[in-house]
């Protein structure tokens, strides 16, 4: 199983951007199509964006579509999530990991249940 460490989060005003970082721990990084997630406090964790093994294919969650962009570099066992147009809504811990991704679903769901600790984003209105 791969291993995936999330940063890049911190403290932005409404309208800014930030982007995201997930490293992982070698080679398996490139085996595996990959997740964003967000949680807040009290609710489960959502969807974000997914992007395929080769990073061809994204899919993105419709409250995302348009704002954040998510993308790969498998030379560097690291996938990113540039998040532009930042809305207190957006506010949420972060987490990334390795999902099942179905051309034609509307979301992939994480396909392991090792959580890591997820990088916090804040956005100030």
């Known amino acids: 199983q791969v291993q995936l460490v999330e940063s890049g989060g911190g403290l932005v005003q409404a309208g800014g951007s930030l982007r995201l970082s997930c490293a992982g721990s070698g080679r398996p990084f490139t085996w595996y199509p990959l997740g964003w997630f967000r949680q807040t406090s009290g609710k489960a964790r959502e969807f974000v964006a997914a992007i395929t093994t080769s990073g061809t294919r994204t899919m993105y969650s419709d409250s995302v579509k348009g704002r954040f962009t998510i993308s790969r570099d498998n030379t560097k066992y690291t996938m990113y999530l540039q998040m532009d147009s930042l809305k207190p809504e957006d506010t949420a811990r972060y987490y990334c990991?390795?999902?099942?991704?179905?051309?034609?679903?509307?979301?992939?769901?994480?396909?392991?249940?090792?959580w890591g600790q997820g990088t916090p984003v804040t956005v100030s209105s």
């Open positions: 990991m390795p999902v099942d991704y179905n051309d034609g679903d509307d979301q992939s769901r994480p396909s392991s249940d090792a």
